[in-house]
């Protein structure tokens, strides 16, 4: 079965600093690798997705991650944030055929 | 295209009482994910649903939690007699086809049960 860790449940950042959160994914298969977007009081929204191909992959408002398939890893990053992206992040992995799992999740804090 | 829907926003329930979630989810989309939120928990995966079928129920309580994604209608998850440990909130995702990740899943907004 697979299973995705949030290494940090809490990160505060300054505006227009540069933020990386972490992901590591642990499968015996080959998997997808989202991340997801939830401001308070709302759904997730899909961030960024790795399915194939390139192993760094962007999302229109400036975030990226990088896919390391020897470190299991997916992290995402960001070179400046705004306030307005203070929320929670969380990493998911996928099996074809079997549903999404998710990590805890991440609060980036961002103040002014 | 009017998303993912799900009713009640926010639910309120006495302990032994039921509570019923409903999800409709994007036209077109025919497999349905329920994930419930806890506190510091992240999202816990409940169960899939295909029509008329439940496809995966692995994250499904034993007792009192039930699903169903009927032929016509909402899918609906069924939470009898609620006691306050299952206060929480529980979201309702959309696919159009499992084998095709290049869509992901759609989200609801969520019902925020709170069990009094």
């Known amino acids: 079965a697979q299973s995705v860790t949030q290494l940090d449940s809490q990160v505060p950042v300054f505006e227009e600093a540069p933020v990386e959160l972490r992901c590591n994914y642990s499968?015996?298969?080959?998997?997808?690798l989202f991340w997801y977007v939830q401001y308070p009081n709302q759904g997730l929204q899909l961030l960024l997705k790795?399915?194939?191909?390139?192993?760094l992959v962007e999302s229109i408002n400036g975030f990226e991650a990088e896919f390391n398939k020897s470190q299991t890893s997916f992290h995402l990053r960001k070179p400046s944030v705004h306030i307005s992206d203070t929320a929670e992040y969380f990493c998911?992995?996928?099996?074809?055929?079997?549903?999404?799992?998710f990590g805890k999740g991440t609060t980036l804090s961002v103040s002014s | 295209n009017a998303g993912v829907m799900q009713n009640p926003r926010h639910l309120v329930r006495r302990r032994g009482q039921e509570a019923r979630l409903r999800c409709s989810p994007m036209k077109g989309h025919s497999h349905v994910y329920w994930y419930r939120q806890l506190p510091e928990e992240g999202l816990k995966f409940m169960v899939y649903l295909q029509k008329e079928n439940i496809i995966d129920e692995s994250g499904m309580p034993k007792e009192r939690f039930s699903a169903e994604f009927p032929k016509e209608g909402p899918s609906i998850l069924r939470i009898q007699q609620v006691v306050r440990g299952d206060s929480a909130a529980y979201f309702c995702?959309?696919?159009?086809?499992?084998?095709?990740?290049?869509?992901?899943?759609?989200f609801g907004s969520g019902t925020r049960l709170t069990v009094v």
């Open positions: 998911a992995v996928k099996v074809p055929g079997t549903a999404l799992i």
């Open positions: 995702a959309s696919s159009p086809l499992d084998g095709d990740a290049n869509y992901g899943y759609t």
């Open positions: 790795y399915l194939s191909g390139s192993t």
């Open positions: 499968s015996s298969v080959s998997v997808y």
